[in-house]
């Protein structure tokens, strides 16, 4: 595993909280193993006590994670036993099973929080989560989007669901979320802070992202639009010449 160059203070302070609460997540379960083993040396029946799934990549958030102000770990349950958290910072490489899109999902006057992996009905569908680099403070998401399409993801609409990849109360757990910059959700109240260190630790790295425009999802909409009504106007006028 590569290891950061000149990991910032906070969010070197950030990820060891995380991985503290990996060690006592670890710790919580071999003590329930313990006591699940205890009560099956008694002729307890197995299915009480279900061997836990082992292709599961645990990331336990912190409690105060929760977007919308709902409890991290009621709002994050997985609603089947394949759901997963991975933690991706800079630096950190993911499984070999597990398409690395951070280089391709980085944007001008964006920073990459997150992305998260559905199954529908359609297939495969992809989701990303940005903040804005630059200026307030401000959260998007793109649309569901098909693995070939992802790579293009664009903002779409705003969006507080970096966090656990549920954006509306009763939706589904993604089957799985790569988080690649936790310490700038917003639960996090330092996340403005935190911007900038990031933005370094990215630079460092090689970015060549402008993290200084500023992105508004609403302007960007509108140059979009204005864009595609100049083809389309060229277009007509060439077919009428």
């Known amino acids: ?21 990996q060690r006592l997540a670890d710790q919580l379960s071999k003590t329930i193993g ?17 061997e836990p ?8 958030l912190p409690v105060n994670l929760g977007s919308k102000g709902r409890s991290a770990q009621a709002s994050v349950a997985p609603t089947d036993p394949f759901s997963s958290w991975l933690l991706a910072i800079p630096g950190h490489s ?5 398409p690395d899109y951070r280089p391709l999902l980085q944007r001008d006057g964006l920073i990459l929080l997150s992305w998260d992996k559905r199954i529908t009905e359609m297939g495969e569908r992809y989701t990303a989560y940005w903040v ?24 779409d609409h705003k969006s507080y669901a970096a966090e656990d990849g549920i954006e509306f109360y009763g939706q589904n757990a993604p089957a799985y979320i790569v ?10 109240p330092s996340h403005g802070e935190l911007r900038q260190e990031h933005i370094q630790t990215l630079k460092d790295q090689g970015s060549e992202v402008d993290f200084n425009y500023k992105y508004l999802l609403k302007t960007e909409k509108e140059k979009n639009r204005d864009l595609l009504h100049k083809k389309t ?7 009428a010449g």
């Open 1 to 21: 595993m590569k290891q950061i160059r000149n990991q910032p203070e906070g969010t070197t302070e950030f990820i060891n909280q995380i991985q503290n609460m």
């Open 34 to 50: 313990e006591f699940g083993d205890t009560y099956r040396d008694q002729d307890t029946p197995e299915e009480i006590f279900p």
């Open 53 to 60: 799934p082992s292709n599961i990549i645990s990331f336990p």
């Open 94 to 98: 993911l499984p070999d099973d597990i």
């Open 132 to 155: 804005t680099s630059a200026g307030i403070s401000r959260f998007y998401a793109s649309k569901p989007l098909s693995p070939e399409d992802f790579t293009f993801a664009q903002p």
């Open 179 to 188: 988080h690649v910059a936790p310490e700038l959700m917003m639960s996090n």
């Open 233 to 239: 106007k060229g277009k007509d006028h060439h077919q």
